[in-house]
């Protein structure tokens, strides 16, 4: 009996783990991790921005972003 005490111990380990990501598993989270739509304006940019062929320079503006300091 006691040489199973080790992997009972392992199986019930997994088993909790297991149980406390089942949310990110069958995708129940909200907030920062739910799933977000881009904004169809932003994929006509990106479209537009692949489509050119020619070099060109951007100008990067810094700005507070949501999770800044």
């Known amino acids: 009996m006691k040489r199973y005490i080790p992997q009972l111990f392992v199986v019930v380990i997994v088993g909790y783990l297991l149980f406390l ?7 129940k989270l909200g907030g920062t991790f739910q799933p977000h739509q881009v904004p169809q304006s932003y994929v006509q ?3 537009f921005l692949n489509k050119q062929n020619s070099f060109s320079r951007t100008l990067w503006v810094p700005t507070v972003q949501r999770f800044g300091f």
Do not use: D, M, T, V
């Not at 990501?21 to 995708?27: K, L, N, T, Y």
């Open 45 to 47: 940019l990106e479209e």
């Open 21 to 27: 990501i089942r949310p990110a598993i069958f995708g």
